[in-house]
T-cell receptor, first 109, second 116 residues
Framework: DAKTTQPNSMESNEEEPVHLPCNHSTISGTDYIHWYRQLPSQGPEYVIHGLTSNVNNRMASLAIAEDRKSSTLILHRATLRDAAVYYCIPFEAGNMLTFGGGTRLMVKP | GAVVSQHPSWVICKSGTSVKIECRSLDFQATTMFWYRQFPKQSLMLMATSNEGSKATYEQGVEKDKFLINHASLTLSTLTVTSAHPEDSSFYIC????????????FGDGTRLSIL
């Protein structure tokens, strides 16, 4: 499994954009980059995933570096409900998700 | 979106009791289901992977006789914690995936198990 490095925690102000970085320098060429988040006392929630191109959905955007050794999850306008632990997970098709420490995002009103 | 229902959401029971947790995929057929455990302030740890109709594959250090997993249909998997003890108290989370490609895994809301 590719190793990931994420900041332990980040802070943001409500209604401002948040950029959550992830380094995955040992990622293989076929690994997709998945992002999940876990709100307190809940199971993880799928956010977004991509392979090479940047991706957008209703929840967030995913910017993937050209060399694929890093990616950034972008929340365009943080809300209090976005306070959670965010996990970046390189994922090979057919395998299972392996969770690291993630980034705890705190959103200030 | 894909929904995974997990039941019960919490359970408190006496030491020595066996506890069954159910995990259902409500609007898709789950080729593979996963069981995770999470201790306070820690990340999720994979316990086992199961495919419908097959025996579960357990991660190293997880006792298969203690954590019985049954995946009898494409929409239901159960985890039974047998003869539970206080050290088994944890947050148990199931997950399901449709297909074997790069599709996302979808998670239940977890079961908080407290053994007295």
């Amino acid at each position: 499994d590719a190793k990931t490095t994420q900041p332990n925690s980040m802070e943001s102000n409500e209604e401002e954009p948040v950029h959550l970085p992830c380094n995955h320098s040992t990622i293989s060429g076929t690994d997709y980059i998945h992002w999940y988040r876990q709100l307190p006392s809940q199971g993880p929630e799928y956010v977004i995933h991509g392979l090479t191109s940047n991706v957008n959905n209703r929840m967030a955007s995913l910017a993937i570096a050209e060399d694929r050794k890093s990616s950034t999850l972008i929340l365009h306008r943080a809300t209090l409900r976005d306070a959670a632990v965010y996990y970046c997970i390189p994922f090979e098709a057919g395998n299972m998700l392996t969770f690291g420490g993630g980034t705890r995002l705190m959103v200030k009103p | 979106g894909a929904v995974v229902s997990q039941h019960p959401s919490w359970v408190i029971c006496k030491s020595g009791t066996s506890v069954k947790i159910e995990c259902r995929s409500l609007d898709f057929q789950a080729t593979t289901m996963f069981w995770y455990r999470q201790f306070p302030k820690q990340s999720l740890m994979l316990m086992a992977t199961s495919n419908e109709g097959s025996k579960a594959t357990y991660e190293q250090g997880v006792e298969k006789d203690k954590f019985l997993i049954n995946h009898a249909s494409l929409t239901l998997s159960t985890l039974t914690v047998t003869s539970a003890h206080p050290e088994d108290s944890s947050f148990y989370i199931c997950s399901a995936r449709e297909g074997t490609g790069h599709q996302p895994q979808h998670f239940g809301d977890g079961t908080r198990l407290s053994i007295l």
